[in-house]
């Protein structure tokens, strides 16, 4: 049974944090910070030595969230990084390196993205966020938040470069669509469940569109602060956010259940 009563010798029922303004915002950062960290490592180094150092970091921070024994901000945050950043070399690498349509590699990803929910609710008959309290669960978490991350990075891309709506149109279009699961669960009772992820794929294409926007060159419709300069920024925000909420402990779930 579910109480909202903290208690010695319980322990949370989820690793993942409350979903409030602050995550929203760390979520927004983390997937500009990504786009940029991304960009910037892919175009200043070795892509095949960027790709392999930013998955064996990836690696060790899933592995650090999935041993860890409840949801400690740091540490999720930095898994969502990573899978932020090793998400858009992903997706990127199969645009560049395979000469892939972003296209067709937004139609794969969003593929790979239904049979992940389809498999999970077919396991666990829930893709609620708040029950994420076993290893199961978990992985079919983060495999799903890596599959968002690299479907709207190809989708971003796409509308940015193939239809051509550049950075600044796209960001203003998906921040009206990342606002409109949340309007039609209280006007139209939408599930929550299904407008949580519809929003939560929508702010990777949204951060990254943005990150984009202030990174790139006039000469690409941007305003050229660079992409070290947005990364760097952005980085800053998140560590100042994450500490903030660590301190606070305003994203902790607070229902409990018994060992």
């Known amino acids: ?51 392999i150092v930013s998955g064996i970091v990836l690696g060790i921070s899933i592995y650090i969230q999935l041993k860890s024994k409840r949801y400690i901000a740091w540490v999720y945050w930095f898994a969502v990084v990573m899978v932020s950043v090793f998400g858009t070399m992903a ?26 929910f389809t498999v999970w609710y077919v396991s666990e008959k829930t893709l609620s966020i ?13 495999a799903t938040v890596f599959f968002t991350f690299a479907l709207g990075t190809a989708t971003g891309d796409m509308t940015a470069v193939t239809f051509g709506w550049g950075y600044l149109l796209s960001g203003i279009i998906f921040t009206i669509l990342f606002f409109t699961p949340g309007i039609a669960t209280l006007k139209f009772k939408l599930n929550p469940i299904l407008a949580f992820w519809i929003s939560y794929t929508l702010t990777r294409p949204l951060g990254a569109s943005f990150a984009d926007y202030f990174g790139v060159s006039h000469n690409f419709g941007g305003l050229g602060f660079g992409r070290a300069t947005v990364a760097i920024t952005l980085t800053i925000f998140i560590i100042i956010l994450v500490i903030y909420v660590s301190k606070t402990k305003k994203d902790v779930q607070s229902y409990y259940i018994a060992e």
């Open 91 to 116: 997706a990127d690498a199969v645009h560049i390196v395979l000469q892939i349509p972003y296209a067709a590699s937004t139609i794969f990803y969003g593929i790979m993205l239904i049979i992940t």
């Open 130 to 142: 708040h029950s994420i309290h076993t290893i199961r669960r978990e992985i079919f978490y983060w």
């Open 1 to 51: 049974m579910l109480i909202n009563i903290k208690h010695r010798g319980w322990r949370t029922l989820t690793k993942v944090p409350k979903i409030t303004i602050y995550f929203w915002i760390l979520k927004l950062l983390s997937t500009a910070m990504g786009e940029a960290t991304s960009d910037f490592f892919v175009h200043h180094i070795n892509p095949f030595i960027a790709v």
